[in-house]
């Protein structure tokens, strides 16, 4: 290029043009960097923000990102609840600020106008705290905008910077898109709290429930339960999801989740464990939006104490029965009986002793009656007796001067065996008789069912143990049917008989043991399939011990 024509560009200002574009091309390339760090960082900001953080933890993640993208030296998150506006977090946390918003503060008018602002930090009370001397020179800009969840105002977002001016329009449009995110994660969190916290309170519940529960899918899989089941039921427990059935827990039938899936309906199936122990567990039916089984709670409830409660109550009531219709027996025999034992002993007197022997056979079983009848009453007591001393052996006299005769009928023999000089034992004489008498009536009912050459009972005592830990043993021992081994855990429990329906209601041994550990004692059980069994009564002695002489045990 000549001279003339340099000299003619720069007459014309072809130069300076060429300047001014690259250098306006230069700030729009910068501006441009610059808006997609802000998007990147904003974006990043996003993924790094998670549903569980706290408030405070969401205001220093933020904190950490943002001078890259515009200057930053202080941000904080204002709470509006109802009249009050309030700074709840803040970053750094120890920048000082006030963190109660005064109704003077330049910061209410940010939510009046709905929009992201610049403030002037040297003229607002909030920032001019006199905690920190000569405050409003920490920071000489301010940008703050307004956070709304679904429409409605919750709070302000405030972005401070030591740099006078250092927000323009472009920055407070950032800011702006910048509280809108913060607010859909303050939202998130606030939502996810609060699920979490009723998932709490739920799983709290659900565990502090002390019978077992489980919550089960129509395939068996166990979704959720409170580490309640006992340790002696997990296997069977354990089997039972595995074949996919709990009908093998109820002895069969239809298994409950299928019926649970055909009517929809809460059902209750009772289940008597290998260990006696009876569970009432109760189906609860989890139905999806079209009504269709997605799942299922299970409650399982031990109610065998319940049970036996039960059956002593019913035996109770029996009892009480018994005892009125006893007490009329007793008054209608009495008075015959007295007449004709009054009578036979005058007619004695006034006959020889050879002639009055035939009377003495009248007097002896006039009196055996009205020993029968007091007996009978004493055993059918409506009044709970209370525990005193007692003599076990004379107990066994009264029972089999009762039962003897209906067992004897049935070609049985009973054997006494019955240890002399006993200690006494502290005990309730009357529940005594009826554990014996309920052991005697079982041994007759499992003879009943044997051919044998001889059918024999044999009722005995026996001292065991020495001192503190000694005890007395009452014994009915039988040569009937036996018991099966599998069956042997069962039998205690309530409602629980062999028998057939119209001879036995499954509440004698039920009853029975209820007494013996109501006494501080057990019953025992040895028994042979086809040779016989043996039940024990145990009861402890008492505190002092007193050995009775021969001639007192004897019945």
Same mark, same amino acid.
């Given at each position: 290029m000549n001279s003339k024509e340099k000299l003619l560009e720069q007459l014309t200002g072809v130069d300076s043009s060429k300047l001014n574009y690259y250098v306006e091309l230069k700030q729009r390339n910068q501006e441009v960097l610059k808006q997609n760090s802000r998007l990147e960082i904003l974006q990043q900001l996003t993924r790094d923000l998670n549903i569980d953080m706290s408030f405070e933890d969401i205001v220093e993640r933020a904190f950490r990102r943002l001078p890259a993208a515009l200057p930053c030296d202080f941000l904080g998150l204002a709470n509006l609840s109802g009249e009050t506006l309030t700074l709840t977090s803040v970053a750094p946390k120890d920048f000082p600020v006030s963190y109660r918003i005064a109704s003077d503060s330049l910061l209410w008018s940010v939510l009046t106008a709905g929009k992201a602002t610049t403030c002037d930090p040297c003229r607002d009370p909030a920032f001019a705290t006199p905690h920190a001397p000569d405050s409003s020179c920490l920071l000489r800009s301010l940008a703050v905008a307004p956070l709304s969840e679904r429409g409605n105002l919750t709070g302000l977002l405030l972005l401070g910077s030591r740099q006078a001016g250092a927000y323009t329009p472009a920055e407070l449009n950032f800011v702006q898109h910048l509280a809108d995110q913060l607010a859909i994660s303050m939202q998130n969190a606030r939502l996810y709290e609060q699920v979490s916290r009723a998932q709490k309170?739920?799983?709290?519940?659900?565990? =502090?429930?002390?019978?077992?529960?489980? !919550?089960?899918?129509?395939?068996?899989?166990? *979704? +959720?339960?409170?580490? @309640?089941?006992?340790?002696?039921?997990?296997?069977?427990?354990?089997?039972?999801? =595995?074949?996919?059935?709990?009908?093998? !827990?109820?002895?069969?039938?239809?298994?409950? *989740? +299928?019926?649970?899936? @055909?009517?929809?309906q809460p059902l209750c199936r009772r289940w008597q464990t290998d260990s006696g122990r009876?569970?009432?567990?109760?189906?609860?039916?989890?139905?999806?939006?079209?009504? +269709?089984?997605?799942?299922?709670?299970?409650?399982?409830?031990?109610?065998?104490?319940?049970?036996?409660?039960?059956?002593?109550?019913?035996?109770?009531?029996?009892?009480?029965?018994?005892?009125?219709?006893?007490?009329?027996?007793?008054?209608?025999?009495?008075?015959?009986?007295?007449?004709?034992?009054?009578?036979a002993q005058l007619l004695a007197r006034e006959l020889a002793p050879e002639e009055a022997e035939p009377l003495e056979d009248i007097v002896n079983c006039s009196r055996r009656c009205k020993e029968i009848v007091q007996n009978l009453l004493t055993f059918s007591r409506q009044d709970r007796q209370p525990a005193v001393a007692i003599d076990l052996n004379a107990e066994v006299a009264r029972v089999l001067s009762l039962i003897r005769y209906q067992i004897n009928r049935s070609q049985i023999r009973i054997v006494e065996r019955l240890q002399p000089g006993l200690p006494t034992v502290t005990a309730n004489g009357s529940q005594i008789q009826q554990v014996l008498t309920n052991l005697l009536v079982n041994a007759r009912d499992a003879l009943a069912s044997v051919t044998r050459e001889e059918k024999c009972i044999e009722v005995s005592t026996v001292l065991r143990g020495e001192g503190a830990a000694s005890s007395v043993v009452l014994s009915v021992l039988d040569n009937g049917c036996g018991i099966a081994s599998e069956e042997l855990t069962k039998?205690?429990?309530?409602?629980?008989?062999?028998?057939?329906?119209?001879k036995g209601t499954g509440l004698g041994l039920s009853v029975s043991l209820g007494i013996a550990e109501s006494h501080g004692g057990t019953l025992e059980v040895e028994s042979r399939l086809g040779r016989g069994s043996r039940f024990s009564l145990i009861l402890p002695l008492t505190a002092e011990v007193a050995p009775r002489r021969d001639e007192d045990s004897r019945p």
């Open positions: 309170q739920w799983e709290a519940t659900f565990k =502090a429930v002390t019978d077992p529960i489980f !919550l089960i899918d129509t395939d068996y899989h166990v *979704l +959720q339960h409170n580490d @309640r089941l006992p340790v002696e039921l997990s296997d069977v427990w354990r089997e039972a999801l =595995a074949e996919r059935c709990f009908a093998r !827990l109820h002895g069969g039938g239809d298994c409950p *989740l +299928q019926a649970l899936k @055909r009517h929809g009876l569970l009432d567990l109760y189906y609860y039916p989890v139905l999806d939006r079209e009504g +269709q089984l997605n799942a299922a709670t299970i409650l399982m409830k031990d109610v065998t104490e319940r049970t036996k409660l039960q059956a002593q109550l019913v035996q109770s009531a029996k009892l009480a029965a018994l005892g009125e219709m006893a007490a009329g027996v007793a008054h209608e025999l009495n008075s015959p009986m007295t007449v004709i034992l009054g009578t039998i205690f429990a309530p409602f629980y008989t062999s028998k057939e329906a119209a």
